[in-house]
């Protein structure tokens, strides 16, 4: 069983920065797992926005590339979320999301992030 929780959301005026952390519990091995970012603004659908992959290539959504970061502490088997010149379009809920080399996949609950002055 993997079990997601993610934290670190909450209000910013835009240009600010906010780190949202993934905490991954799992009896499997942290390191073989693609972990991915994904937002639901309200109304919309739940958009891939950055991954990093069990090798640590990174992929992100063009609409966030050069201002979010995604990186792992394997050791803490936590992914993080960097997110710098925050936009009120980047209003959402976070959530992440793993993927195990057997195709199963887990989802956290979500965090909300707001942008607004």
């Known amino acids: 069983q993997v079990q997601l929780v993610e934290s670190g959301g909450g209000t910013v005026q835009p240009g600010g920065s906010l780190r949202l952390s993934c905490a991954v519990s799992?009896?499997?091995?942290?390191?073989?797992?693609?972990i991915e970012w994904y937002r639901r603004a309200p109304g919309k659908q739940r958009d891939l926005v950055a991954r990093?992959?069990?090798?640590?290539?990174?992929n992100y959504a063009d609409s966030v590339k050069g201002r979010f970061a995604i990186s792992r502490d394997i050791a803490k088997t936590t992914v993080y979320l960097q997110m710098n010149t925050l936009k009120p379009e980047d209003t959402a809920v976070y959530y992440c999301?793993?993927?195990?080399?057997?195709?199963?996949?887990?989802w956290g609950q979500g965090t909300q992030v707001t942008v607004s002055s």
């Open positions: 990093i992959s069990s090798e640590g290539s990174t």
């Open positions: 999301k793993a993927l195990r080399p057997t195709g199963d996949s887990y």
């Open positions: 799992t009896s499997g091995l942290f390191s073989l797992y693609d």
